[in-house]
């Protein structure tokens, strides 16, 4: 019995032994885990910060010279020749505002740029993107009204927006071809917007007045002081939406545009579909003419032209037209966000226009060549594919590589002729201040494409940017 | 007598096991209290009661140095039919991101960003906050996103390295809008205030390491008011999160419209 005793004994407390052992083990395994913790990082004033300002101000410089290749054997010369190789753009940009009390603020959006190497703008110039005054009613802040420059956008698709009825003649920077940095650098509307929240219901109310009979030429450069409101506030215009939430993440948006004597209406949602991929759906109608009659009739009111008979033929009569633009985005659980997106866009060139389109450029006759470039230069300033249908494909990933470096991946595919534009873009952030871009676009297509048929080849931008 | 030797063998190794498994973590007994309650209490320790305002600060370190710094004034309000949070977060540094704003209620996430007055419908997977993800920084209640399951008592040093008697807790993913398929989650016995979590992929590849400190009296009851994260995946990579600015706050119903983000004051 003493001899099972001391065996006993001995089991016990060798397993107490290697229980302390495995305790300790575990001890200095949480412990190495918390080695990790660098010195100062515990940090003993945690909690004393004080509420932060309501209305932030970003204020940031940024130098950024581009280099293009020119395509010199375009089936459709382009009138004047080729653009320039290098320019060079050096901006100061910003956004904010300020707050007056618990109910008044005055915001503000803007970019004073200084370009080289460019002959169509002036050297100096000065983008009054947005200032307005917005007013809080009441403390529940269900009433607001602004008054003054409003970017007003619509939508939730990424590279096409049909109810975003504000769009045309806005875009102010052509440089990148990624919906999200064209979108920052476009002009708001001189415009009163009233809005009223009611717990899952947002009414909106707008009325932009026309302050010009005549709206800005296409081929017209503005000075660099113009606020440019001939652009954006040459037509009585006004917009009613609705936005309610029916529950079950199912909250659409619908839209009533009239401008011109024309109205406009259409209906956008988005949804998620567990924790990694949303959807969205946009779509709007209104009864207009193709969008080469569309053109010419803007040509004729500018006094860029005197005739509206357009260089190709076209069906000038108005029908019920459809835009449409419905896309997936994909999240992976490793942060790579993947979008894909179809556009329609009705009163774009069908296959067969764009046949006319080179059928006629090819023609030799100099004239007709301005009025079918003006046609792709309308089109650009609306904000709306040239093409009936086209396919937006985006790929980004932050933390790529390395901690501060994003990089994404974008290609527009005109699906009307198989042609497309790629873009590749990588940005390093430097310090909480400093950022680094460097971007790549080329298009891509045979000579009888849409993008084919471009000027530019491939283009090159790096930028340095400087938080103030 | 060899029998009574056995089985006092046998109760000898059973005592040290019980033993070994006090020391390092053994399984429940009946008598150990209601996991999901634990989880509970420790979630009410973490998050004031109704609506409240708060700022939380992250700073990243890499290999020891600050690599980054950013702070969001956040809204948070209890939806009483789901007890669960909405967030509203507004970037107030640094500079190239402030003003931008998000909404999170349960998966629905919408993101505003002032420079382009642009409103998008973002998943719960893309994360906006550099290494943290969006449910580390906001208002959560684990109770209701997790199945709480105790694996036993334990004691573990927090991060002062003050030795902890706590509940271990294994939760797993109970609801779509979980942000991690499992967690492993130490809880004091005494206060229920949470000590150390431990965060797993869907793989079940460990993806981080939080220790709760700071502990001070806020809105009525004693919270942490700081978190350090440690990367599991690159371990280079530290994020210390302050909540400062505790107060109750009036978050109206309308103030989770999508519509209204570029409203919040």
């Known amino acids: 019995m003493r001899g099972g005793s001391n065996i006993l004994a001995l089991v016990g407390t060798a397993a107490a032994i290697l229980a302390q052992q495995a305790h300790s083990q575990a001890q200095q395994a949480d412990d190495s885990e918390l080695d990790r913790i660098p010195q100062g990082v515990m940090d003993t004033s945690a909690g004393s910060a004080s509420n932060p300002a309501a209305v932030a101000n970003t204020l940031y410089l940024e130098e950024a010279p581009e280099y293009q290749t020119n395509r010199h054997d375009l089936l459709v010369p382009l009138p004047g020749g080729n653009g320039p190789q290098f320019i060079n753009r050096l901006f100061l940009d910003g956004h904010g505002g300020w707050q007056y009390g618990q109910s008044l603020k005055v915001l503000y959006s803007a970019r004073l740029d200084y370009t080289t190497g460019d002959p169509g703008r002036d050297s100096f110039s000065y983008d009054l993107r947005e200032l307005f005054l917005s007013w809080s009613l009441d403390a529940q802040r269900r009433w607001f009204i602004d008054f003054g420059r409003i970017n007003v956008r619509n939508g939730v698709a990424y590279a096409f927006n049909p109810t975003d009825f504000f769009r045309t003649q806005s875009v102010v920077d052509e440089t990148s071809q990624d919906p999200s940095v064209r979108r920052e650098n476009r002009l708001g509307t001189l415009m009163l917007r009233g809005q009223y929240f009611l717990g899952g219901v947002a009414l909106t109310a707008i009325y932009a007045p026309r302050l010009y009979e005549q709206p800005l030429a296409l081929t017209t450069v503005p000075s660099g002081s113009d606020p440019q409101l001939r652009r954006t506030n040459a037509d009585n215009r006004a917009e009613l939406s609705a936005s309610v939430d029916f529950g079950h993440d199912l909250s659409p948006q619908a839209v009533l545009f009239h401008s011109n004597d024309a109205w406009a209406y259409g209906v956008n949602m988005a949804r998620g579909f567990g924790t990694q991929t949303t959807a969205y759906v946009e779509w709007s109608a209104t009864r207009r003419s193709s969008l080469v009659t569309q053109a010419m009739q803007y040509g004729v009111r500018t006094g860029t032209f005197g005739d509206p008979t357009p260089p190709i033929p076209t069906d000038t009569r108005e029908y019920l037209d459809h835009d449409l633009a419905a896309g997936v985005s994909y999240t992976t659980r490793s942060n790579v966000n993947f979008i894909v997106e179809y556009d329609l866009h009705q009163a774009g060139l069908s296959k067969t226009d764009w046949r006319h389109w080179f059928a006629a450029g090819t023609a030799g006759n100099p004239l007709l060549n301005g009025e079918l470039w003006y046609l792709r230069d309308y089109a650009a300033v609306q904000q709306e594919p040239i093409s009936r249908q086209s396919l937006f494909l985006r790929v980004a990933k932050d933390n790529w590589l390395s901690p501060n470096l994003s990089a994404s991946a974008l290609a527009l595919i005109d699906l009307t002729g198989t042609s497309g534009l790629g873009q590749a873009e990588v940005s390093y952030r430097v310090s909480t201040r400093l950022q680094l871009e460097l971007m790549l676009q080329t298009a891509l297509g045979s000579r009888r494409s849409d993008f084919g048929s471009l000027p530019v080849a491939s283009a090159y931008f790096f930028s340095v940017r400087f938080y103030l | ?265």
């Open chain 2, 1 to 265: 007598m060899f029998n009574l030797q056995l089985t006092q063998l046998v109760k000898g190794c059973l005592f040290a096991g019980v033993l070994a498994a006090g020391l390092s973590g053994g399984p429940a007994r009946a008598a150990d209290p209601n996991a999901q309650e634990i989880l509970a209490a420790a979630d009410k320790v973490r998050n004031p009661a109704a609506s409240f305002k708060f700022v939380n600060e992250l700073v990243e370190y890499r290999n020891g140095v600050e690599d980054g710094r950013l702070a969001l004034q956040v809204y948070s309000k209890l939806d009483p039919g789901k007890e669960q949070y909405r967030n509203l977060a507004r970037y107030t540094r640094p500079a190239r991101d402030a003003g931008k704003v998000f909404l999170m209620s349960g998966n629905i996430m919408w993101f505003y960003d002032p420079a382009a007055s642009a409103r998008i419908r973002i998943s719960p997977q893309q994360r906006l906050i550099g290494q943290a993800s969006n449910g580390d920084v906001l208002s959560i209640n684990l109770e209701k996103d997790y199945k709480a399951e105790l694996i036993g008592a334990e004691q573990i040093n927090d991060a002062e390295r003050k030795p902890r008697q706590t509940w271990h807790l294994n939760l797993t993913a109970a609801s779509a809008s979980a942000v991690y398929a499992r967690v492993e989650y130490w809880v004091e016995k005494d206060t229920n205030y949470p000590v150390k979590s431990l965060y797993y992929s869907d793989s079940g590849r460990k993806l981080k390491l939080a220790y709760y400190s700071a502990f001070k009296s806020e809105l009525g009851g004693i919270r942490p008011t700081q978190v350090i994260i440690l990367d599991e995946v690159d371990a280079s990579v530290v994020t210390r999160m302050s909540f400062s600015g505790y107060e109750k706050a009036e978050v109206p119903e309308n103030w989770f419209d999508y519509e209204f983000l570029a409203r919040l004051p």
